[in-house]
């Protein structure tokens, strides 16, 4: 019998601090903001500082085994308590969006052209009650626990069989603070959340989150040369608690922002009213007391939220089924082949919605009906809002066939040397590009352009998916305590997107992909250029919105360049070089020497879930001087950073000593 037990204590604080040279009291050229937004780049702090995240977490752990005849039993427990606390300052000072990169023209007849001749489109600053907005403080309990026997049922059939439970106190919103709360019409002295009182958000924990676990080990010769194995588990996703977080602070409430009018422009003989888009033609001015870069925000403005986001009733932990099935086979005494399947079936994933009908009868909520959005109006504030829903709607989809050869150790002379040869073939569907977060209603997009409501047009290829995956490494080691070990890494490319920044519904929703293709369509359904030029004409064919799904909305779009090859594979060998000192029994120096993408290989790749493809996949309007959308799939980002596999070739070294 053994048993291992262990205790664990972790406090981790992060603070980002509003940088003071950005400070409109020692930065006056920024005047009244932190943020100034070209349409290429973005100049002063972040419209998020300062923000903080603060958690404190207890771990307590205990696995016990024992062995009985030709059974192994395993029972263990966990548990954890943990506290999280934050701040977050959305357009706290103000961020100012400008129309255009540089001045272009005198719009303010000062003489000279600069950037207070830039025009301003919006002005965004925080009216919130507490600036920096407080994240209250979260508490849970994650409590896990576990049986598993392992029977050797004869020579050659081994058996696993286990059970494991999990709970969360709070995970998905039971607290307090999540509850109605006790008036609408007047300031609660408590957290509380009072879209409860408007709508039926009452949460149930989830207490039943069993997983079944089974797996064999079979080798069918009985001479330890060969294995089939497998196995089915039911598995459950934590939780994070940001989803809790957003519930209680993007109620219009506790965030709320005040916006402001940009600049209006005239064109002096022209009889047109004032407007921004006067701004760049020839020879126009500023209006006379209009918001400019020197005074963004004093211009009409509106006081209002930043969305309301919520936890629906139907918000669970997610679930994913796994099963596997495959085999392994020593050859001779150095050589292993293996191969496994996998697949990996996940719902109850969260995923934000917006709210289109409900059951609640408050006079606080209006649902037109149709496809149409929601509008909650808080009595307390005033501020009426559209309602996104988080609920455990989305769900994933994960097949694989894993194979792999390896050569224990073998010798030359004296070398010695051994390596791995491992080659996947995966397909990975899902609904969202986010996991557990509203995501900014990407998922709601085409929607909102097309006046449509569903997730199943959702489904599509994962962001991250890889068709082949090729991992070659291994270690030669030399005399003289030489060693080195190699890593080559192949992948073909990932999928990508289209985006459509010019279309637009009656309401001015914006920012879709192309609603006739699936999510992350370029690269897989849609091989190159030329198939995707025949979308865009079977778009363009279509009769403008509003009518029946689908519809052109927006106009039509340009084509892209013709013989584009959606195809971007990843291609990486690093290498390492050790030297290895024995300075005493007990004492040794090594010396290391490590290269990454040795032949310099230009890997296209992004670091964000909006565009992973590392490509601009935006396509314009389609106008007479631009028929074609030139710079389309051409490269943004690439991979790796400044250090790491894939990146742009680079070395470190480092000396390790060991006693």
């Known amino acids: 019998m053994t048993n291992d037990f262990s205790l664990h204590y972790d406090d981790f604080y992060n603070n980002i601090p509003p940088f003071p040279q950005n400070a409109s009291t020692t930065n006056p050229q920024l005047n009244l903001t932190n943020e100034l937004l070209f349409p290429d780049l973005a100049d002063g702090a972040n419209f998020n500082l300062p923000q903080a995240t603060h958690m404190e977490r207890y771990q307590l752990r205990d696995a016990f085994t024992t062995a009985i005849g030709k059974h192994t039993l395993h029972a263990g427990a966990e548990f954890q308590h943990y506290r999280v606390s934050g701040l977050i300052n959305v357009f706290g000072s103000g961020s100012v969006i400008l129309a255009s990169d540089f001045g272009f023209q005198d719009l303010n007849g000062d003489g000279v052209v600069n950037d207070l001749d830039i025009p301003v489109a919006v002005g965004i600053h925080s009216t919130a009650p507490i600036i920096p907005v407080p994240i209250p403080k979260i508490t849970n309990n994650y409590t896990g626990l576990y049986v598993q026997d392992d029977w050797r049922a004869s020579l050659r059939l081994t058996l696993n069989l286990g059970l494991r439970w999990e709970y969360d106190s709070n995970a998905t919103g039971q607290s307090a603070a999540h509850q109605p709360c006790p008036s609408l019409t007047s300031t609660p002295t408590e957290p509380c959340t009072w879209m409860a009182n408007v709508l039926p958000l009452q949460k149930n924990p989830d207490t039943k989150d ?6 064999f080990i079979y080798d069918p010769f009985g001479l330890g040369k060969t294995v089939i194995r497998g196995g089915y588990g039911i598995y459950y996703d934590r939780v994070i608690l940001e989803a809790g977080s957003k519930e209680l602070v993007q109620n219009d409430r506790a965030l709320t922002v005040t916006q402001y009018s940009g600049s209006n422009c005239i064109i002096p003989g022209v009889p047109a009213p004032p407007a921004l888009g006067n701004c760049f033609a020839p020879g126009a001015q500023f209006v006379a007391g209009t918001p400019t870069l020197t005074s963004a925000f004093s211009g009409p403005h509106q006081t209002g939220g930043v969305g309301i986001v919520a936890l629906g009733s139907d ?6 089924q796994q099963f596997s099935l495959g085999g392994q086979q020593q050859v001779h005494t ?4 293996s191969a496994d399947g996998l697949h990996v079936f996940g719902e109850r994933e969260l995923i934000g919605s917006f709210l289109r009908s409900t059951t609640s009868t408050s006079p606080y909520i209006h649902c037109p009906g149709g496809n149409q959005l929601c509008l909650i109006t808080d009595p307390l504030s005033g501020i009426t809002d559209s309602v996104t829903i988080l609920d455990s709607s989305a769900k994933s989809w994960y097949d694989g ?15 010695t040397y051994d390596f791995n040869l491992s080659y996947t073939l995966s397909k990975t569907l899902d609904y969202s590009d986010d996991d557990q977060l509203e ?3 990407k998922d709601e997009q085409v929607n909102l352009v097309e006046g449509t409501a569903g997730l199943r047009k959702e489904k599509g290829y994962a962001l991250t998916d890889e068709l082949h995956r090729i991992t070659l490494y291994g270690e030669a080691k030399l005399p003289y305590g030489f060693s080195f070990a190699p890593l080559y890494t192949f992948g073909s490319g990932v999928p990508a997107d289209t985006f459509l920044p010019g279309t637009a519904n009656a309401a001015g929703a914006t920012g879709s992909r192309l609603p006739l293709l699936s999510r992350n369509s370029l690269g897989r359904g849609i091989k190159n250029s030329d198939q995707l030029n025949a979308a865009i004409d079977r778009w363009n064919a279509l009769p403008a919105c509003p009518g029946t799904y689908p519809c052109n909305a927006g106009g039509p779009i340009a084509h892209v360049p013709a013989g584009v090859n959606f195809f971007s594979p990843f291609s990486s060998l690093d290498l390492r070089l050790r030297k290895d000192i024995r300075l005493h029994d007990n004492l040794t120096l090594s010396l290391f020497g490590e290269g990454f993408n040795l032949f310099n290989q230009v890997n296209v790749r992004g670091t964000s879930n909006a565009n992973f493809a590392g490509r601009n996949i935006s396509i314009g309007p389609l106008t007479a001087n631009a ?12 991979a790796g950073g400044f250090f790491g596999s894939g990146g742009p070739r680079a070395f470190q070294f480092a000396v390790r000593l060991e006693f």
């Open 315 to 320: 918000s669970h932990h997610p679930l994913f």
């Open 439 to 441: 995501n900014g209603n």
């Open 334 to 337: 150095d050589w292993l082949i």
């Open 401 to 415: 066939l894993l194979l792999s050869v390896s050569r224990r150790t073998g010798h030359i002379r004296r070398l």
């Open 627 to 638: 028929p074609v959308q030139t710079n389309f799939y051409q490269a943004d980002t690439i």
């Open 210 to 215: 069993f997983g079944p676990r089974a797996g």
